[in-house]
């Protein structure tokens, strides 16, 4: 994500050799962690069946990123814009204790201490692909449950059409807070039936663990369909509101960053083609699958949306 300068060669076409080579000692870590098995043929994807199990996703078997990749290779600007920023400058970033508000067009806002607002939700694990606007990928176990069990508990009104996000503000903690490469706080936002979709995530850990400081810490979105952005991070607040709500890629660079954000292989980025992705540990590019591969479970939301319009 870099604004203003020639990404003749984006980080995500140098592959380190370590990634290649260190591959079977992570998937062998996975494995300890009980998490190969999270890969098998149908897991990927997600999506709830009525007994609220991981239902078959994209066809495919796909190998997990290495821990190490996904907490080494991370878009984190609160913490410096290098890929490896976020892990080297997170170390100071106290994740607890932590409050969330949730506010807006809703019977029940309030402020909460965060071990009482995740109590009441089961945790899931589920695997799920990253695709970073950038053209690199991740595959990824993260831990969480749908954004939609929050969003009922706060009974919305009907004049809740979005849903808005807020990331913490600490430029104390978070280095890159205290230059003014973004209009911090980071914001994002989903379309209520978005929001309600029950691939939506709220994800508190990855690999079977509590999320690092680099990937979010404590509670951060995932939002497998569309670009890494829409996934904000270190999420503080929660408001419902009536209006498309201001996103921070979207306000900074319209003709680039859209609301919606939708993965699509067919509309390229001003500046590059978003036809194929690296993922992460390989070599050879591959093809970006509409909707990130999740086209059969969200596309009915966009079947009005002239998808060139509403990047
Ligand atoms: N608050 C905040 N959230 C953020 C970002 C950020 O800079 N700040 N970067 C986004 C981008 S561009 C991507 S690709 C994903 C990366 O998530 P990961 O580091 O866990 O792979 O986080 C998203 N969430
Ligand atoms: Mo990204």
């Known amino acids: 994500m870099l604004i203003g300068k020639p990404n003749d060669i984006p ?14 000692a992570f998937m062998a870590e996975a494995g300890k962690l009980g998490l190969v098995g999270a890969v098998a043929p149908g897991l990927l994807g997600g999506g709830e069946t009525g007994r609220g199990r991981v239902a078959p996703g994209p066809p495919g078997q796909e190998e997990l990123t290495p ?29 607890r204790p932590w409050t969330i508000e949730v506010a807006g067009h809703c019977a029940k806002p309030g402020v909460f201490d965060l071990d009482d607002f995740l109590q009441p939700h089961a945790l899931e694990d589920r695997v799920y692909r990253l695709r970073c606007v950038e053209a690199w990928s991740m595959v990824i176990p993260w831990r969480g449950f749908p954004l939609n069990r929050v969003i009922a508990r706060a009974e919305p009104t009907s ?13 104390s903690e ?12 980071y914001r994002e936002g989903l379309r209520m039936d978005e929001a309600m979709h029950p691939l939506t ?12 400081n680099q990937n979010g810490a404590p509670l951060r979105l995932v939002v497998p369909w569309k670009y890494g952005f829409k996934s904000i991070k270190s999420i503080v607040r929660i408001d419902l509101v009536e209006e498309m709500p201001y996103t921070t890629w979207s306000a900074m660079a319209p003709n680039e960053y859209g609301f919606f954000a939708n993965v699509n292989p067919e509309v390229d980025h001003p500046r590059w083609s978003q036809a194929r992705e690296r993922r992460i540990g390989e070599f050879r590019k591959r093809p970006t699958l509409m909707f990130n591969g999740y086209g059969n479970q969200v596309s009915p939301m966009y079947a009005d949306l002239d998808l060139r319009r509403w990047y």
Do not use: C
């Open 174 to 185: 978070m280095p890159g807070q205290r230059s003014r490469i973004l209009d911090w706080p």
């Open 201 to 212: 995530l709220f994800t508190t850990g990855l690999y079977g663990r509590d999320l690092p």
């Open 67 to 95: 821990y190490e990749d996904v907490t080494r290779y991370n878009n984190f600007y609160e913490f410096g814009t290098g890929k490896e920023d976020p892990y080297r400058n997170s170390g100071d970033f106290n994740p």
């Open 11 to 24: 980080p995500s076409e140098i592959t380190p050799e370590r990634d290649y080579m260190n591959r079977r």
């Open 159 to 171: 004049a809740a059409k979005y849903v808005a996000f807020t990331t913490v503000v600490r430029p």
